[in-house]
Antibody, heavy 120, light 109 residues
Framework: QVQLQESGPGLVKPSQTLSLTCTVSGGSISSGGYYWSWIRQHPGKGLEWIGYIYYSGSTYYNPSLKSRVTISVDTSKNQFSLKLSSVTAADTAIYYC????????????WGQGTLVTVSS | QTVVTQEPSLTVSPGGTVTLTCASSTGAVTSGYYPNWFQQKPGQAPRALIYSTSNKHSWTPARFSGSLLGGKAALTLSGVQPEDEAEYYCLLYYGGAVVFGGGTKLTVL
């Protein structure tokens, strides 16, 4: 059973960089076959896809966030990370990591999510 | 900017049947968009229900089914249970990009 767990600061100041890590257990990122995704949800709103990364390091980002987003992977730690730069209050959201299986074209496992608030 | 549209809200009686739909601003939704459906209850992470139009995950209850209907992706709940009250999101793949629908709040009343 694959499990994902987000971690990182719950409070970030405006103009700074939001940094989150997702730790994967029950499966190896380096075994390939999956995209590792970040998704966010503004308070009381819908889901927004941020981007994903393959174990090789290839990435694909939401065009609306692309200029501020970096997703990276550390296969030695079985983790992948999100950095979102120049944050504003509009980036306050619950951030989820998830696994996306291109073989079946489906997102199956999700982390529990972590709330990040942007405030001074 | 691609927009994926769902009904904002629907109401169904226990034991009834309801169909939620998912439309794309680019035109008809086909299997090539690999529609996914997710259920989210308050305070919880989304849970995957359907992938690639109509395929169920091992944990998906049999009363949930996915299809294409009238140029849209559709999620049908048959024999609705009170615990099915939740927000439902669809997801479509546009080449490498992913777009979520705005969600449908399903009330069981």
């Amino acid at each position: 059973q694959v499990q994902l767990q987000e971690s990182g600061p719950g409070l970030v100041k405006p103009s700074q960089t939001l940094s989150l890590t997702c730790t994967v257990s029950g499966g190896s990122i380096s075994s390939g076959g999956y995209y590792w995704s970040w998704i966010r949800q503004h308070p009381g709103k819908g889901l927004e896809w941020i981007g994903y990364i393959y174990y090789s390091g290839s990435t694909y980002y939401n065009p609306s966030l692309k200029s501020r987003v970096t997703i990276s992977v550390d296969t030695s730690k079985n983790q992948f990370s999100l950095k979102l730069s120049s944050v504003t209050a509009a980036d306050t959201a619950i951030y989820y990591c998830a696994r996306d299986s291109p073989a079946v074209a489906g997102v199956d496992y999700w982390g529990q999510g972590t709330l990040v608030t942007v405030s001074s | 900017q691609t927009v994926v549209t769902q009904e904002p809200s629907l109401t169904v009686s226990p034991g009834g049947t309801v169909t939620l739909t998912c439309a794309s601003s680019t035109g008809a939704v086909t299997s090539g968009y690999y529609p996914n459906w997710f259920q989210q209850k308050p305070g919880q992470a989304p849970r995957a229900l359907i992938y690639s139009t109509s395929n169920k995950h091992s944990w998906t209850p049999a009363r949930f089914s996915g299809s294409l209907l009238g140029g849209k992706a559709a999620l049908t709940l048959s024999g609705v249970q009170p615990e099915d009250e939740a927000e439902y999101y669809c997801l479509l793949y546009y080449g490498g990009a992913v777009v979520f629908g705005g969600g449908t709040k399903l009330t069981v009343l």
